[in-house]
């Protein structure tokens, strides 16, 4: 049963243009909703979060934008770059109770085209 | 620095063989988990510790097993008995919600 679903799976966008990734989640008791940079070969890492009692969070080019109501929660990343052509995994945990296990959607291969 | 150390970072492993994935960290988490990659399936987590001494399975546990003896350290064995292994392994820690992952071990049976 995948719990975060993931969409789309590859994306190409040119330098400057915006990238939006999007997910769905299914189980309403998850209430972090982190974003995860994976550059080839590397680990992944924070990219940035949301919790629910906000509808938008934003750093520099990327914003988290998180519909409730939908299950929903995209990310944003605004004149992109060459630089950030990696893959990125949206991803969903209960906190506490569940010791921060993250579900992971299967992730977007994202090029920016220069 | 502090962080996340994967060792090797490649391993190659013979058909019925046992191999031992290394994971140290010095960020003094109290929660490690070993994540699976693999092309087009984002990750899934093989098994989980929140402290020395105590783990579960995660959601594709089986052929695989792990020890939590130190706080530091979070080793996963890929058993003869896992039909697929060859993937990427990603070792994690967390404090709190923010998760912290090493570089990964890429394992390929030949």
């Known amino acids: 049963q995948q719990q975060v679903k993931q969409s789309p799976q590859s994306l190409i966008v040119q330098k400057g243009g915006i990238s939006i990734i999007n997910c769905a989640y299914e189980n309403t008791a998850f209430d972090y909703f982190p974003w995860y940079q994976q550059f080839p070969g590397k680990g992944p890492a924070l990219l940035i979060a949301i919790r629910p009692d906000v509808s938008e969070k934003k750093e520099g080019r990327f914003t988290i934008s998180f519909n409730k109501s939908a299950k929903q929660f995209s990310l944003h990343i605004m004149d992109s770059q060459p630089g950030d052509s990696a893959t990125y995994f949206c991803?969903?945990?209960?906190?506490?109770?569940?010791?921060?296990?993250?579900?992971f959607g299967k992730g977007t291969l994202l090029t920016v085209n220069p | 620095d502090g962080g996340i150390t994967q060792s090797p970072k490649y391993l190659f492993r013979k058909e019925g063989q046992n191999v031992t994935l290394s994971c140290e960290q010095n960020l003094n988490h109290d929660a490690m988990y070993w994540y699976r990659q693999d092309p087009g399936q984002g990750l899934r987590l093989i098994y989980y510790s929140q402290i020395v001494n105590d783990f579960q399975k995660g959601d594709i546990a089986e052929g695989y097993s792990v020890s939590r003896e130190k706080k530091e350290s979070f080793p996963l064995t890929v058993t003869s008995a896992q039909k697929n292994p060859t993937a990427f392994y990603l070792c994690?820690?967390?404090?709190?919600?923010?998760?912290?992952f090493g570089q990964g071990t890429r394992l390929t049976v030949v």
């Open positions: 991803a969903a945990s209960m906190t506490p109770g569940s010791n921060y296990k993250l579900t």
């Open positions: 994690a820690s967390s404090i709190w919600t923010e998760a912290f």
